[in-house]
């Protein structure tokens, strides 16, 4: 369902489409942008001049767009079948990874349009997951590449992290197949659009893209991270919250950099 969603483009926004949607969810900018990086994809670049100890927060998010365990089960409170999602879930919907997976999950069936009755409530996160692009990481590798890492530790641990993929499908599976919404529009005979590939999807975007916030845990932060990662002095920015719990990226002291520069983060 998502990889067709990306090619068909129902599931897809492209990187001129962030400001608007940052704009309208009370995201703000200050001498940065989000834009193309050459050999990188997508990346945050400066938009002017910037001078390390002397510049603002680059970006403001508001702290109800940092998608935590703690935001999904927020949106819970007034959500029912998200609720009763995370209900039949059980253990699993209350740890981190699970709750945002599922949460992530149920974002792209909402965005659907072959689902045709309303199955939650359209949000922020509905757009934002259509920035999030399809990450090739070697869990999508067929057999016959995987069989090139034969005689390495690569080959044993990526088989052992898609044997743990598929478990977590499964279960997920068992556990929602008689939640009417789910047994129609994921699991359904002619009508489920679910496939282990959904799986391997939303666990791309979150490996990919979650970040060990300060005071929150493992958060997906719209627009931060957007942010390409580099260590040690290649590393331009930090992130962490303020005082009203919101996630900023601030220029490190020190870091100069030129319009057009790339900010990464660690």
């Known amino acids: 369902m998502i990889r067709r969603g990306k090619r068909e483009g129902w599931l897809n926004l492209p990187p001129s489409a962030v400001r608007p949607w940052a704009g309208l969810n009370g995201v703000t900018f200050d001498g940065v942008k989000i834009g193309s990086i050459a050999g990188r994809g997508t990346g945050v670049v400066a938009s002017r001049v910037l001078k390390g100890g002397n510049e603002g927060p680059l970006m403001v998010i508001p702290g109800d767009l940092i998608l935590s365990l703690e935001r999904v089960e927020l949106q819970a409170k007034s959500d029912q079948k998200l609720q009763e999602l995370l209900s039949t879930l059980g253990d699993y919907a209350r740890t981190t990874r699970g709750a945002i997976l599922v949460f992530l999950l149920r974002q792209a069936t909402i965005a659907n349009p072959q689902v045709t009755e309303t199955i939650g409530t359209i949000n922020p996160f509905t757009e934002y997951i259509k920035f999030l692009p399809e990450e090739m990481l070697p869990t999508f590798w067929t057999e016959e590449e995987r069989a090139l890492l034969m005689g390495t530790s690569l080959h044993p641990a990526l088989e052992a992290k898609l044997t743990s993929l598929q478990k977590e499908f499964d279960n997920v599976r068992t556990a929602t197949e008689n939640i009417p919404w789910c047994s129609k529009y994921w699991w359904g005979v002619g009508t489920g659009l679910l496939s282990f590939d959904d799986w391997l999807q939303v666990d791309a975007m979150y490996r990919s893209r979650a970040l060990e916030f300060p005071g929150i845990g ?38 100069d950099l030129t319009e057009g520069q790339e900010v990464t983060i660690t």
């Open 218 to 255: 493992d958060s997906m932060v719209p627009c931060i991270d957007m942010a390409n990662h580099a260590s040690g002095d290649g590393t331009a920015a930090l992130y962490e919250t303020d005082g009203h719990g919101n996630g900023v990226l601030l220029l490190r002291d020190g870091s």
